[in-house]
């Protein structure tokens, strides 16, 4: 008497479902890497070798018209203190992101460096990879 069971395991792996995942996470990477945007205003940066550490929240942008920004919203030259020392108002090490076009005179910058330096925040001035 010949006893066998029904159910034989197949060796063979079936890679299609293995696919659809990969597929399925490329698809959701794909998507969601062109909705993450930084909060800057797109400017014309000067170019530098060194890189810096860009995880500061809070970014003052100047661009070629003079005209200000805290992160995107737009400033007066003289609101620029205020405003920035009620949005720093709990930090532990409140530090600056400093954006200024090329084509921005350098007194610009100087004044915005000087608030920094007054309120003891850290300044980092933002520049293109070369």
Do not use: H, W
């Not at 942008?61 to 737009?74: C, Q, V």
């Not at 108002?89 to 921005?104: F, L, W």
Request: no cysteine.
């Amino acid at each position: 008497m010949e006893l066998r069971g029904r159910n034989k395991v197949s060796p063979n792996f079936n890679m299609s479902s293995m696919t659809d995942i990969v597929f399925l996470l490329l698809i959701f990477f794909m998507l969601t890497s062109t909705i993450v945007t930084t909060n800057a205003l797109d400017l014309l940066l000067p170019k530098a070798k060194g890189k810096t550490n860009n995880n500061q929240n809070i970014a003052v942008s100047i661009d070629k018209n003079l005209n200000y920004y805290i992160d995107r919203t737009p400033v007066e030259a003289d609101q620029i203190e205020g405003k920035l020392s009620r949005l720093l108002a709990g930090e532990q090490e409140p530090a600056i992101i400093i954006r200024a076009e090329k084509s921005v005179p350098i007194d610009n910058v100087v004044k915005v460096l000087d608030i920094a330096r007054k309120n003891k925040y850290k300044a980092v001035l933002a520049t293109q990879p070369d």
